[in-house]
Nanobody, 117 residues
Framework: QVQLVESGGGLVQAGGSLRLSCVASESIFRLNPMAWYRQAPGKQRELVATISNGGSTRLVDSVKGRFTISRDSAENTLYLQMNNLKPEDTAVYYC???????????WGQGTQVTVSS
């Protein structure tokens, strides 16, 4: 069982920045890929960004140029740096990881991000 614990959410004005963190309970070398999802009220959960063990990243078009996904293997932590935030970025953000050996996916509890206009 992999535990993922997110932090870093909060209330910020449009144009501001936040950095989300997701600490894994085991080595992130065993988790590939890792990703951030978000779910706004009344909407389906959507994929925001992914990162592989090799460092390859992918971002949804709506956040390209504003968000950066990264990982620190020494700290077993996944990050999402969010700059120039917009009200439409308001959502609960979830960390996701797939364990390499079993293919099973794990989710964090979510962290709320609210962007005021």
């Amino acid at each position: 069982q992999v535990q993922l614990v997110e932090s870093g959410g909060g209330l910020v004005q449009a144009g501001g920045s936040l950095r989300l963190s997701c600490v894994a309970s085991e080595s992130i070398f065993r988790l590939n890929p890792m990703a951030w999802y978000r779910q706004a009220p009344g909407k389906q959960r959507e994929l925001v960004a992914t990162i592989s063990n090799g460092g390859s990243t992918r971002l949804v078009d709506s956040v390209k140029g504003r968000f950066t996904i990264s990982r620190d293997s020494a700290e077993n932590t996944l990050y999402l740096q969010m700059n120039n935030l917009k009200p439409e970025d308001t959502a609960v953000y979830y960390c996701n990881a797939r364990r390499v050996t079993t293919g099973r996916q794990y989710w964090g509890q979510g962290t709320q991000v609210t962007v005021s206009s």
